[in-house]
C-alpha cells in the first residue's frame, strides 16, 4: 500500500514541473555572408537551427563605399530559423554582435519572440542599417539565444 502512495505522489509531482528553466546559447562564427550558419540550439524541442544573412550588399556597392562613400549603410536582416516541435508555446530572445578585426562590436541587435506550439518552419528576424564597408570587413559574428517556456 505505501509503495502505491510513494508511486502516486512521485507521479503527480513529476505532473507538475514545468518546462525546463531558460537556457542560455552563445556562439562566434564566421560572418555569414553567403550561406547559412547552423546553430542547433535546443530546449525541449523549441530550437534555433540557423541564422542567414539578408539584403547583404553586393560586390559593386561594397567597392564604391571603399572608394567613394565610407559613409554608406545597408540595410540588414539576419534571420534566425527557428521551430518549436513541442505542445506548449516556447520564447525565444536572439542577439547578434558584428565584430570587427579587434573584436569590438560594431554593430548589435536583438528581438524576442515567442513561437507557438508545433510550428516547423518560422524565424525570428533582427533587422539594422550598418557601414556597408563594415558589414564588408567585419570577419565574424557573436550569436547569444535565450530559449525557454513561455
Sequence with gaps: MKAR?????????????????????????????RGTARLNWSVDRCSVDSLEVRNYPDEEDIEKARRSNPDDHSWLWWQFNVENRSDRK????????????NGNVVKSGDKSDTVDAGKVDDEIRVSGRMKTIDAAGSPKVRVRAEIGPK
Design 5 to 33: 502512495a510513494g508511486l502516486a505522489t512521485l507521479l503527480f509531482s513529476a505532473a507538475a514541473l514545468p518546462l525546463a528553466a531558460q537556457q542560455h546559447f552563445e556562439k562566434t562564427i564566421p560572418f555569414p555572408r
Design 90 to 101: 516556447c520564447r525565444i530572445r536572439v542577439w547578434i554582435e558584428v565584430l570587427d578585426k
